[in-house]
């Protein structure tokens, strides 16, 4: 399979740290122009000192109207992975609303900022594009504790289907990666208790975590020509995980 991002401008949300600096860092590799947009200036600039070839945008993505200029400044985006992501451990009794508003902004409400600045622009210039949002396998099986987390993830689930739907007509394939726990920064904070890490360990057939190349290698076949039948799709990487 030919993996040639060559000709192509990538933008990965979530790009300063775990599966999306490592998606930045894949695609670039490929040939693609990559952008990188986080949070933390530090972690864009190390980054940029790896790979200077790569743009960087330092933005909260709560913030709406500064993301949606952030955004155009850096148009036409062919590739998009909405990756950037938080996870808050709490069970439905204790769940706050502003941990609701937080974690909805992050993870979902930032998908449709992004993508609607990217698509416009893409339809505008009758561009193809492709899309990818990073999901959870919790957003399938739900995660007791993880209440509020798991709902964003179902709902980021639903946008890929009606984003596809709506898009795939013009030239844009929308998709997303489904994966269990991989030890990133997120990974080792949600899972530093060994008993429950385990846990899931055992129920994992072959033995071993999703490391953060699967999911970027899940990620660069989605937005690739290899898959282009594929759409619409979540593609679980759990290494054949037990529901129990
Ligand atoms: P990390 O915590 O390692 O990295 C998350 C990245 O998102 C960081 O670069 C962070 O920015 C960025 N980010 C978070 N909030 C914002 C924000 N408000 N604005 C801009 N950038 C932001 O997480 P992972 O790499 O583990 O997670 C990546 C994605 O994968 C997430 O969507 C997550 O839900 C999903 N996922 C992760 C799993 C895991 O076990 N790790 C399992 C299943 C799904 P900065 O570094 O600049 O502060």
């Known amino acids: 399979m030919n993996f040639d991002f060559s000709g192509k401008r990538a933008l990965v949300t979530g790009a300063g740290a775990g599966i999306g600096r490592a998606t930045a860092l894949k695609l670039a590799e490929l040939g693609a122009q990559v952008i990188a947009l986080s949070r933390t200036k530090a972690h864009l600039d190390s980054l940029k000192q790896e790979n200077p070839s790569i743009e960087i945008i330092c933005v909260d993505l709560v913030e709406w109207s500064t993301t949606r200029e952030a955004i155009k400044k850096v148009t036409p985006i062919h590739l998009l992975v909405n990756n950037a992501g938080i996870c808050l451990q709490t069970p439905l009794l204790d769940a706050t609303p502003e941990q609701f508003d ?44 993880f209440f509020l987390y798991a709902a964003s993830k179902s709902a980021v689930d639903s946008f890929t289907k009606t984003m596809a739907l709506e898009l795939s007509p013009k030239g844009i394939r929308v998709n997303a990666v489904n994966p269990t726990v991989v030890m990133t920064e997120m990974g080792r904070h949600v899972w530093s208790d060994k008993e429950k890490s385990e846990a899931v ?44």
């Open 201 to 244: 360990l055992a129920r994992i057939p072959q033995g071993k975590f999703v490391e953060k190349l699967d999911v970027v290698n899940g990620i660069v076949f989605l937005l690739s020509d290899n898959s282009d039948m594929i759409n619409g799709h979540m593609l679980l990487i759990e290494g054949g995980l037990r529901c129990c």
């Open 102 to 145: 937080l974690i909805f902004n992050v993870n979902l409400k930032a998908i449709m900022n992004v993508s609607q600045i990217v698509v416009a622009d893409l339809l505008e210039r009758n561009l193809k594009g492709n899309i990818v949002n990073v999901s959870s396998l919790a957003s399938h099986r739900g995660v007791a504790n």
